[in-house]
C-alpha cells in the first residue's frame, strides 16, 4: 500500500517504521507506562547499557503535565508522540541513514534548510549525557541527535546514536499546518484534534486543578518504597519502572503547584536517586552474562 | 619546496568551538614540527561546520642531517657510569670520543641524526595532532567505543586528506585512514571530491558548494544579511557574534529576509531581539525611524531551488511561535504587579549564609534611602563638569580641576526634595529584584533589569523608578554606561554595596581567580559610580550601616520574641516570665556574637575596594604607590577626596620640590628608624613608669601627659638651635597648621605647597645640622624636629609607601 507521508500523520510513522525496519530496526511498541521522554522506554536506557548490539525503534507517548494548554495553544501539548530510534553502536553513516528517513517522510533537503546544531543532553536524573545537535528544518527543531557517553553513571561501551523525532512538529512541518490539532490524523479527514483536544482539555484540568495531591503524595511515596523493595529483591527492571512512575508523579504534583522551590530540589534528587539505583543494579545484574559473551568488555 | 594540506573531517562541530580549533590545530602543528626539526613559515588554518583544513606553505622535503653530541663521564669512571652513558645515548663503547674539557679527559658521544622525508614526519605527526587535539567536550563514537580507550573528537572524525605536493602521507588514526578523498556540501554535491593538492583544495570545494574560508563566509553573511534588509527598504541591526556563528553553522551561506507579524511588534523590542536570537540565530532589522521592524534575516545551508522560498516561510512560522510565547509571558506577567511578583524573593535563596533575595532587597532599600538621607546621592546633577567626572576618566590627574587642589564642590545641602527622592529610591529598590521570578526572565535571564523596568512603566509606576529598576545592574563592566538619575545611582549603588559587604561579612571574599559572586565586578561599579558621579560616600560610614542592618534584624527577633511573652504574660509566674526572656536572649546570643565578628571585615571591604581603584585607575596613569601612600594614612575612606589628594600628591611628587621633599623624607625616616625614634611616645616608654604607654592611651591622662611632654621637650631645648635648625623649626611650625588646614577643607594643592615650604629648610638642615650630636640634648631635640618633620608630611600622605 502506498504511504503518503505528507498528507496523513499515521502514514508519516508508518513510514518511519518501514525506513528504520529496512535498516534492520526491532520495531517495538510504545512502554505501557506514563513518562516525560522516549528516553525513559528500557529499549533506550537499559539497552544503552552493556555491549551488546541494539536496534530499535519505537513510538513513545511522552506526557509533560506542565505543558498541557487545555487546547487552546496551537503548538503546546500535555501529551504528544515521540519516534525514538536507537542504534547501538552508532553506525558511522548514521547522520545519511536519519536524512534518508527525512526525504521518505517527504523532506526535500534541496528546498528545506536542515542543519545540526550543536545540543548536548543531560539528564541527571538518569545519571546520563550525551553529545550531538538538535536537527533543524528551516529553523525548527524536528529531532534531537544524541550519542550516549554515559548511562546509569556508566560509561557507554559501546556508544549508542539515539534519534528521537517531534512526530507532531514534523507531520505540522509536513503538512503545512499551523495548529497541531488541524493535523490530518489518517489521510482521510480525520483530525488530530478529533483525536486528541478533548483529551488535552481533560487531562489540562486533571492535572492543573485535578489531581488529589494527597493520593498523589502517597503515590510517589509507595513508587519510591516499591523501587527499593524491587532492588532489594535484585528485580532491577521493575525497580526502574516504579522509578518512572515516581518520576511521573512528582511532575503531576508539579503541575499541581504543591511543591515549593525549595522540596523541589530535594525530590528530583530522590526520583534521580530511584533512576539510577535501578540503571546500576540493571548494569550490575547483567555484567556477568556480558562479560562472558564479549570477555574483552568490562562494566 | 612544497605545500602541505591537512583536512580533518568530522560530523557537525560546534560554531562556537571552531575558532579554538583552528588555533589548536595551528598550535599542535607547529609544535609537531618544530619538534621534527622542519621549519615551518606562512600556515592558513580554516574551518566549516564539517571540517577543519591547514595548509603549510614551502616545507622542505627532507630535514637537514643533524649531529648532537652529549657530554660523558671523565675518562677512567667506572664501567658501569660508562655504559650508562652509552646506552642513554644509543652508541657503543668504541663509538665514544675523548675530548680534553677543562684539562680534564672526557667522554663524549656523537650522535649522527640523519635529515628525515618530512613526509614520514608528518605521517607520524598527524596522527599526534589528533589524539593530543583538545576539545572543549569530546566523545566517543561507533564500534570502536566498546573500549573507553577509543578516539575521542569533538563529534565523530570521519575522514583525514594529507597531501604534501600531490602525494598522499599515509598514516592512520583509531580506523580513519588518509587519502586525498573528501566530501562536498551535504546537500548539493554527492560523492567525492578528489582533492589534487594544497592550491586545489578550496577551488575544488568551491565548485563542491563549500566554501572552506571561515572569513570569506563570515563575509557572505554579513554583507548578504544586510543587502537583504536595504533591499526590504530596512537596516540590519548589527551583530558580529550572529555573523561568525551563521559562518559556523553553514558551508554555503544564504542569508534571507523574512517578515513577522507586525502585531508581534508590541512585545519589548529587546525581548524580539534576543528570541530572534539566541533561539533561532536570526537577525533583526530596523526601519528608517529606527524602530525595530517587523522582518527577519535567517541564513540558510542551501540554495534552495525555489529561491528560498520555503525556507523563509518555515523559520517564520517557527518565530511566530517563539514569539508568540514571548507574548504570552509578556501578557502573563503583567496581569501580576510587581510588588506581588516581589512577594515571590522570599523563596528564592540568594546565599545560604544571606538568606533570600527578599532578605537583600530589605537590605538594599534601607541602604538606597540611607544614601539620600544621609546626603550622599542628591537631586543636584553631580557633579560639575571637570570635577569629578575627570577623575574617574582619569584625564591627566594635575589638569582635572579637583586633581589641581580647588576646593571639591560640596553637594548642596538644600533638601527640598530629598524625603520625595528617599521615597522613590525606598521604592525603587523594593521593586529592582521582582522581575527576576517573572516568566519573561525566566526564559530569558539576560533581561534580568530591563523587564523590570517595563513592567514597572506598563503599571504606571514613576519614570524615575523604572528607570531606577531597569539600569540597578549597571555598570556591569568597564566602559558600561554609569547611571546618572539620583535614584538609579542609589539603587544601584546600594545594591552593589550590599551585594559586597554582605559577602565578605559572611567571610566570601575573592581569591586567585576564584570570584564566584562576582565582587570584584561589584566592587569597580561601586568605585565607578561614586567616582563618575562624585559621590561625597564615608565608606566607613556606609558599611557601618550596612552592618547595623543585620544588628537590627537580630534584635528585631528579640523584639519580636517580647511581643509574645507580653501576651502570655498574665497566665506566667515571675519566674517563669524571667526563664522566658533568658531564653530567647541567650537563643539569639550566638547570633549576636557571629554578627560581633563580622564589623573586624570593614577594613577588608575598604582596603579590597582601594585595591580595584588601583587598578582601575592604572590605565589612567595614576600611580599605584600614590593611591596606597593616601590610603595608608587609615583615615581616608572617601573616594573622591583620596583620588583628589592622589592626583594632587602625584603632580606634586613629580615636581623638582616634590622629589626632593621625598628624598629628604625619606632621609629623615631612615634616620629616625635606625636610631628607633619614636617621638614623644617613645619618649615616653623612656621614662621609667610602670606602663608608660598605658598612661598614652588613658584618655584622663593624655592632657597631662601632652602637656608634661611638651614641657619637657621645650624645656630640652637648652642651646642656642643652629640656623638650619632654627630654620626648620620655624619651617614646620608655619607648614604643619597650613598643611592640616588645607587638608580640612580639601585644598590639596594647597596642602602639597605647605610641604613643599619645607623643602628647602630640610635640606639645608640636612646639609647644615649634625644630628647624631655627641650632646644628648642636642641629638634628642633633633631627633624629635625630624620626626616632627615626618609627622607633618604624614598629614597629606604616608611617604614612605612612595616608590623611587
Known amino acids: 500500500m502506498q504511504r503518503e507521508p505528507t498528507k496523513s500523520f499515521q502514514d508519516m510513522i508508518l513510514a518511519l517504521h518501514d525506513f528504520w525496519s529496512a535498516q534492520g530496526c526491532l520495531i517495538l511498541q510504545p512502554y505501557d507506562m506514563r513518562m516525560g521522554a522516549g528516553t525513559f522506554h528500557t529499549a533506550t536506557t537499559l539497552r544503552a547499557l552493556g555491549p551488546e548490539p541494539w536496534n530499535a525503534a519505537f513510538v513513545q507517548p511522552c506526557r509533560r503535565p506542565t505543558d498541557g494548554r487545555y487546547g487552546e495553544n496551537p503548538n503546546r501539548l500535555q501529551h504528544y508522540y515521540q519516534y525514538q530510534v536507537i542504534l547501538k553502536p552508532s553506525p558511522p553513516d548514521i547522520q545519511d541513514l536519519y536524512l534518508q528517513s527525512l526525504r521518505v517522510i517527504g523532506i526535500d533537503p534541496l528546498k528545506h534548510d536542515i542543519r545540526f546544531v550543536e545540543d548536548d543532553w543531560e539528564s541527571p536524573t538518569l545519571g546520563a549525557w550525551g553529545l550531538g545537535w538538535e536537527v533543524w528544518c528551516d529553523g525548527m527543531e524536528v529531532t534531537q541527535f544524541t550519542y550516549f557517553q554515559q548511562m546509569g553513571g556508566f560509561d557507554c561501551k559501546p556508544v549508542a546514536g539515539e534519534l528521537t523525532y517531534g512526530l507532531e512538529r514534523l507531520a505540522m512541518y509536513i503538512q503545512g499546518v499551523d495548529n497541531v490539532y488541524d493535523l490530518d490524523f489518517n489521510g482521510r479527514g480525520v483530525s488530530y484534534g478529533q483525536v486528541f483536544l478533548e483529551n488535552e482539555k481533560q487531562m489540562s484540568k486533571w492535572n492543573f486543578e485535578v489531581a488529589e495531591t494527597d493520593a498523589l503524595f502517597d503515590l510517589f511515596a509507595k513508587a519510591e518504597a516499591e523501587c527499593r523493595n524491587a532492588l532489594a529483591n535484585e528485580v532491577p527492571i521493575a525497580a526502574y519502572e516504579q522509578a518512572i512512575e515516581a518520576s511521573h508523579v512528582f511532575n503531576l504534583l508539579q503541575a499541581r503547584g504543591v511543591i515549593s522551590v525549595q522540596e523541589r530540589a530535594s525530590y528530583m534528587g530522590r526520583v534521580r536517586d530511584l533512576a539510577r539505583s535501578s540503571c546500576e543494579a540493571y548494569a550490575e545484574k547483567m555484567a556477568p552474562e556480558w562479560a562472558e559473551k564479549y570477555p574483552e568488555w568490562s562494566l | ?804
Open chain 2, 1 to 804: 619546496m612544497t605545500d602541505f594540506l591537512l583536512e580533518l573531517r568530522s560530523e557537525e562541530i560546534p560554531a562556537r568551538m571552531q575558532a579554538g580549533a583552528r588555533a589548536e590545530l595551528e598550535k599542535l602543528f607547529r609544535r609537531e614540527m618544530d619538534a621534527a626539526g622542519v621549519v615551518v613559515g606562512e600556515l592558513t588554518v580554516w574551518s566549516t561546520p564539517r571540517r577543519l583544513a591547514l595548509i603549510a606553505r614551502d616545507l622542505p622535503q627532507a630535514t637537514d642531517a643533524v649531529s648532537e653530541e652529549a657530554k660523558g663521564p671523565p675518562e677512567g669512571a667506572p664501567d658501569q657510569a660508562v655504559e650508562g652513558f652509552c646506552r642513554k645515548n644509543g652508541v657503543s663503547r668504541d663509538q665514544l670520543e675523548v675530548r680534553d674539557v677543562k684539562g680534564r679527559a672526557t667522554y663524549f658521544a656523537v650522535i649522527e641524526k640523519p635529515g628525515r622525508a618530512v613526509r614520514d614526519l608528518l605521517a607520524e605527526a598527524i596522527p599526534a595532532i589528533i589524539r593530543d587535539f583538545a576539545w572543549p567536550k569530546s566523545m566517543r563514537w561507533g564500534a570502536a567505543s566498546m573500549s573507553t580507550e577509543s578516539l575521542r573528537w569533538v563529534r565523530p572524525l570521519s575522514g583525514i586528506v594529507a597531501l604534501l605536493g600531490d602525494e598522499v602521507v599515509d598514516c592512520e588514526v583509531h580506523g580513519v585512514t588518509s587519502g586525498a578523498v573528501t566530501l562536498g556540501h551535504r546537500f548539493h554535491h554527492s560523492g567525492d571530491v578528489t582533492i589534487g593538492d594544497a592550491d586545489d583544495y578550496a577551488v575544488k570545494l568551491r565548485a563542491a558548494h563549500v566554501i572552506v574560508d571561515h572569513e570569506e563566509r563570515a563575509a557572505m553573511v554579513r554583507e548578504g544579511a544586510s543587502k537583504a534588509a536595504s533591499e526590504a527598504g530596512l537596516s540590519l541591526v548589527e551583530d558580529e557574534g550572529l555573523v561568525v556563528e551563521n559562518a559556523g553553522l553553514t558551508e554555503w551561506p544564504v542569508p534571507l529576509l523574512g517578515r513577522f507579524d507586525e502585531a508581534f511588534l508590541d512585545v519589548p523590542p529587546e525581548v524580539i531581539q534576543l528570541t530572534a536570537r539566541v533561539n533561532q540565530k536570526y537577525f533583526v532589522c530596523e526601519d528608517a525611524a529606527g524602530e525595530l521592524a517587523n522582518a527577519f534575516v535567517c541564513t540558510a545551508n542551501i540554495a534552495a531551488e525555489d529561491g528560498g522560498a520555503a525556507i523563509v516561510d518555515g523559520n517564520r512560522k517557527v518565530l511566530a511561535a517563539r514569539l508568540s510565547d514571548a507574548r504570552f509571558f509578556w501578557e502573563l506577567d503583567q496581569k501580576t504587579s510587581l510588588e506581588d511578583h516581589a512577594k515571590k524573593l522570599e523563596r528564592i535563596t540568594f546565599h545560604e549564609k544571606l538568606g533570600t533575595v527578599a532578605d537583600k532587597v530589605e537590605r538594599v532599600a534601607k541602604l538606597a534611602r540611607w544614601l539620600v538621607e544621609e546626603g550622599i546621592v542628591t537631586d543636584n546633577p553631580l557633579p560639575p563638569a571637570g570635577g569629578g567626572r575627570d577623575l574617574a576618566s582619569g584625564s591627566e590627574p594635575s589638569r582635572s580641576g579637583v586633581g589641581s587642589g580647588e576646593p571639591i564642590p560640596t553637594p548642596d545641602p538644600s533638601r527640598r526634595r530629598e524625603g520625595e527622592l528617599a521615597d522613590l529610591a525606598e521604592q525603587a529598590a523594593r521593586l529592582c529584584k521582582a522581575d527576576l521570578v517573572t516568566e519573561m526572565v525566566g526564559e530569558f535571564p539576560e533581561l534580568q533589569g530591563l523587564m523590570g523596568g517595563y513592567y514597572a512603566r506598563a503599571e504606571g509606576l514613576p519614570d524615575a523608578v523604572a528607570d531606577a529598576i531597569c539600569d540597578h545592574y549597571k555598570p556591569v563592566g568597564q566602559g558600561d554606561e554609569v547611571p546618572t538619575a539620583p535614584v538609579t545611582v542609589a539603587v544601584s549603588l546600594a545594591d552593589k554595596l550590599d551585594t559586597l559587604s554582605q559577602f565578605f561579612f559572611v567571610g566570601e571574599r575573592p581569591s586567585g581567580s576564584r570570584d564566584p559572586f562576582a565582587l570584584r565586578r561589584a566592587g569597580i561599579g561601586i568605585n565607578t559610580i561614586i567616582l563618575e558621579r562624585g559621590l561625597r560616600l564615608s565608606f566607613l560610614a556606609a558599611l557601618t550601616n550596612e552592618w547595623r542592618q543585620g544588628l537590627d534584624r537580630i534584635s528585631g527577633r528579640l523584639v519580636g520574641a517580647d511581643e509574645e511573652i507580653w501576651s502570655k504574660i498574665g497566665s506566667l509566674s515571675e519566674t517563669q516570665v524571667q526563664e522566658l526572656i533568658n531564653r530567647e536572649v541567650s537563643a539569639a546570643a550566638p547570633d549576636l556574637d557571629a554578627h560581633a565578628d563580622t564589623i573586624s571585615r570593614i577594613p577588608e571591604i575598604i582596603e579590597f575596594l582601594a585595591d580595584r581603584l588601583k587598578i582601575q585607575q592604572r590605565e589612567a596613569g595614576v600611580r599605584h604607590d600614590l593611591i596606597d601612600a593616601v590610603f595608608a594614612l587609615g583615615d581616608e575612606d572617601d573616594l573622591v577626596r583620596m583620588l583628589a589628594r592622589v592626583h594632587a600628591l602625584q603632580s606634586f611628587i613629580e615636581t623638582e620640590d616634590g622629589a626632593n621633599l621625598l628624598a629628604g623624607y625619606k632621609r629623615a625616616a631612615n634616620i629616625l628608624k635606625k636610631e628607633d625614634w619614636r617621638g614623644a611616645e617613645g619618649e615616653i616608654a623612656r621614662t621609667g613608669e610602670e606602663d608608660p604607654l598605658a598612661l598614652v592611651d588613658d584618655p584622663d591622662m593624655k592632657a597631662v601627659v601632652d602637656a608634661k611632654m611638651a614641657e619637657r621637650h621645650t624645656s630640652e631645648m637648652s642651646y642656642p638651635p643652629e640656623p638650619a635648625e632654627q630654620a626648620l623649626m620655624d619651617a614646620l611650625a608655619d607648614a604643619e597648621p597650613r598643611a592640616a588646614s588645607a587638608i580640612e577643607a580639601e585644598d590639596f594643592s594647597a596642602a602639597m605647597a605647605a610641604l613643599a615650604s619645607l623643602r628647602a629648610p630640610i635640606d639645608r638642615f640636612f646639609e647644615e645640622v649634625t644630628v647624631n650630636a655627641e650632646e644628648e640634648n642636642k641629638r634628642a631635640h633633633r631627633l624629635d624636629l625630624l620626626a616632627q618633620f615626618r609627622a607633618a608630611v604624614h598629614k597629606v600622605a604616608d611617604f614612605s609607601r612612595i616608590e623611587g
